[in-house]
């Protein structure tokens, strides 16, 4: 057996300092009871704090006794020391709980994990890695083992909570498309929700403005980066001399976001050819940097153009615009971004978003009538600057408690 002692100190160490002031929704829905969870976000959503909470609220026996631990798969022990040494030793020592961490940081990390599962029935292993992962590997098909979830950026409901230390829960879509007069009523007799929706809107949607915003822009920038210099190449096989290409064309989307796509003339613009685009814009896509709409998602393929395209989220558009961002552009990005995590959302050319194969949504500001979709099904206005609405008309914040 190999001695991990170091790995049991820093686990410790960083489970005992970690806050719990307050934990993500998603903490409630994943099945933690499952033998193999994988949880995949992009950098910077909470992943880490995710799981050092949830050590800290309910295996704290376990974390003390060396039976449940946490390791960061970029940690320098790593160096010298494999991920299977480990698991030996660990399972020898009474080991049950095991958290790995950055797991995406493990060269074959695919096949270590199948191993692990099954020549280690007696412990539970649960993994993050960046949204970039790809479960399924042609050397170890993890696609039937772990349980998954994904994990994005604080949803303003989230944001809300952490603000004024309520407690509002999660509505279903149907919910606030249906009596959204009700709860907008009842949320704002709580809250003023227009007192934090900018501050949201610019830099509320990582966890991390919670360390201050002085440096909020400067982090985000450095998350930027990472995913671009560091995760792209490694989980996507992109030549690191391309990467610059990569972040053009992503300032080049963050200019002019919500961006109508002509693929002839961005890859003039870009000098590459159309299949390369395609698979850069699928990357970005995947990396949670960008929000890729398409008419039709039954029939998306790799090289499909999307037939619009959006930053992820608006502090995104803030990090690259400044002050200049269009309100109207950051009221779609934040409606797109909020509805996107557990809904189906297509592009449609009466409205702005068709969602779930149902539901017609065009969003504007508070004078925005539903004129252009009157004549159309289920179909409603998100509309900004209002708290409460009526009829077919809700307010745009409301859509910020779907998860």
């Not at 029935?121 to 042609?138: C, H, K, N, R, Y």
């Not at 830099?203 to 792209?232: A, C, R």
Request: aromatic share 12%; glycine share 6%.
């Amino acid at each position: 057996m190999i001695d991990y002692t170091t790995l049991i100190e820093v686990s410790t160490k960083r489970i005992r300092n970690t806050k719990e002031s307050f934990v993500r929704s998603i903490d409630n829905k994943i099945n933690w009871n499952s033998r193999l969870i994988g949880i995949k976000g992009a950098r910077g959503c909470g992943k880490t704090t995710l799981l050092l909470q949830h050590l800290k609220n309910n295996y704290m026996d376990l974390v003390s006794s060396g039976k449940a631990l946490f390791v960061s798969l970029d940690n320098i022990w790593f160096a010298k020391n494999s991920l299977l040494e480990l698991v030996d030793s660990f399972s020898k020592n009474g080991g049950k709980i095991l958290y790995l961490d950055e797991v995406h940081r493990y060269e074959d990390w695919p096949v270590y994990i199948k191993n692990i599962y099954d020549d280690y029935p007696e412990l539970q292993v649960v993994f993050t890695g960046s949204s970039l992962l790809q479960i399924l590997d042609a050397r170890a098909d993890l696609s039937r083992r772990p349980v998954m979830y994904n994990m994005q950026g604080l949803s303003f409901r989230e944001f809300l909570n952490i603000k004024t230390g309520n407690d509002f829960q999660e509505l279903s879509l149907e919910e606030i498309l249906l009596n959204h007069s009700r709860h907008a009523f009842d949320i704002c007799g709580k809250v003023k929700p227009f007192e934090y929706f900018d501050e949201y809107l610019k830099s509320g949607y990582y966890p991390f403005f919670m360390e201050g915003l002085d440096s909020y822009y400067m982090k985000l920038e450095e998350t930027v980066n990472m995913i671009l210099d560091v995760e792209l190449p490694l989980l996507r096989k992109i030549e690191i001399a391309y990467v610059p290409k990569i972040k053009k064309l992503l300032a080049i989307i963050a200019e002019s976001s919500p961006f109508m796509l002509n693929v002839s003339k961005l890859s003039g613009a870009m000098e590459l050819n159309r299949a390369t685009l395609l698979s850069y814009l699928k990357s970005l896509t995947d990396a949670k940097l960008i929000d890729s709409l398409f008419k039709d998602l039954k029939v998306v393929s790799s090289l499909q153009k999307p037939d619009k395209i959006f930053l992820e989220n608006t502090n995104l558009m803030y990090l690259y615009q400044g002050e200049n961002v269009d309100k109207g552009n950051a009221r779609e990005t934040f409606l797109i971004n909020q509805l996107s995590y557990n809904q189906t959302v297509e592009f449609s050319d009466t409205s702005d978003f068709f969602v779930n194969g149902k539901y017609t949504i065009e969003c504007g500001g508070k004078s925005k009538t539903g004129e252009q979709i009157k004549s159309l099904k289920n179909a409603f206005v998100a509309a900004d600057g209002i708290e409460t609405g009526s009829g077919s008309k809700i307010p745009l914040w409301l859509f910020g408690f779907l998860y």
